[in-house]
DNA sequence: ATCTGTGAATTTCTTCACAGCA
DNA sequence: TGCTGTGAAGAAATTCACAGAT
């Protein structure tokens, strides 16, 4: 059993900015890279990179760099990401729908298991290659394919409601686009994914720039 | 010409979330809240919630509290919320119609004002109650609609150069859905919403919660 | 009596700067 | 020499706790 060293949120926050990075540096055939290039790449300083890669015990070689490879396999770890997640997207919407179709999530090890809904008129029909399911059947969908994380992509009046049959059903990792916050009980995790509320913290830094 | 106090911005992130709860409250037909009862509704500590109105000057009532309508025109004045926003959407797959028509910009005070593609057979189709335009027309469209704020939503390896065009129309605030660190200069603010990001950072949590 | 607004204390995050290894 | 890893310093954010307004 290691030390189990605690990584800061802030830090978690940013590893899978520098596992993105890395992977365009490996795609490119990088071997190595130091602290400066990868740090430029993502965006972030050398020291805040270097100080976060400390956090996972990491593996640099003083005078050269880091290993690109060894490097993303240690991130994974850190992260979970060495196994494949299930998730299930819960509203079958304009947006529910792009999310279940989403490339992204499949290439980094998210797969889609289902989507499902409420509404009668939509249960049934296709989306990307799932047919949408009965809300009601969700206890059972999340026993069945070991679903560990859910979104939420329903108005925010049926937020509170689809979280709570989330969390009966067992999920205890929601990621959230409607626009409230939702109330879960401890050792459940929520992430607000409120497109509205980034465009509001855009509006004001746009509005300090208006000479 | 007032003292312009910086509001911190981990205080201005969560000044939305504060607007979209006093909503509620507002609609519920309340007409003052403590900063208690505020805080439970946000998710967030009573005493962080007073220390962030107070970077606004604020104007609770003592032995009261809020007064709800109030804080909300404080906060929308200070997000500056006070005037509509346009927006334009780059990217018209599954995503970016799912944005342009997104009910909740709307609701929030940006206008969706167009939606541009660079696919040949994707301009020209009908989109919400779009039009998709032309990517190349960009620079004329914001200028001629007076857009602020862009949205990307194309695939990583166009990000970077549809950013750059957006920057060379004009457009100082962008809100990113591609998975890639953006290079801007400065005075522009990009913010990220990256979808496989955020499931990478619940799965950390998730796989701490494991037994 | 109640609840805000805020200095002061604390914790967390970031940057600095350099010792130590390749 | 070149670059990592990290204590120590500094900055930012959060929490405490209470003076002061109503």
Redesign the pocket.
């Known amino acids: 059993m290691t030390t189990m060293r605690t990584v800061?949120?802030?830090?978690v926050a940013?590893l899978p900015v520098y596992l993105g990075a890395l992977g365009v540096l490996a795609d490119r055939g990088d071997r190595t890279?130091?602290?400066?290039?990868?740090a430029e790449v993502a965006g972030?300083?050398?020291?805040?990179l270097?100080?976060?890669?400390?956090y996972l015990?990491?593996?640099?070689?003083?005078?050269?760099?880091?290993d690109v490879l060894l490097l993303m396999e240690r991130i994974s770890e850190a992260l979970g990401l060495t196994s494949e997640w299930s998730v299930a997207v819960i509203g079958a919407g304009n947006l529910g729908q792009a999310l279940a179709g989403y490339d992204g999530f499949a290439e980094r090890g998210f797969k889609v298991q289902a989507i499902l809904d409420d509404d009668a008129h939509v249960i049934g029909t296709r989306v990307a290659d799932h047919v949408v399911q009965d809300l009601a059947e969700l206890e059972r969908i999340v026993g069945e394919k070991h679903i560990a994380i859910g979104i939420i992509a329903v108005p925010a009046v049926s937020a509170q409601q689809v979280c709570d049959e989330l969390v009966a059903a067992g999920v205890q990792s929601i990621l959230s686009f409607a626009p409230t916050v939702l109330q879960v009980p401890h050792g459940v995790t929520v992430r607000r994914a409120d497109l509205s509320t980034e465009l509001q913290i855009l509006a004001f830094h746009a509005d300090k720039e208006k000479l």
Chains 1, 2 share one sequence.
């Open positions: 800061p949120d802030a830090s940013r890279v130091s602290s400066d290039q990868l972030v300083s050398a020291a805040k270097r100080k976060d890669l400390s015990g990491s593996n640099g070689i003083r005078g050269v760099g880091y």
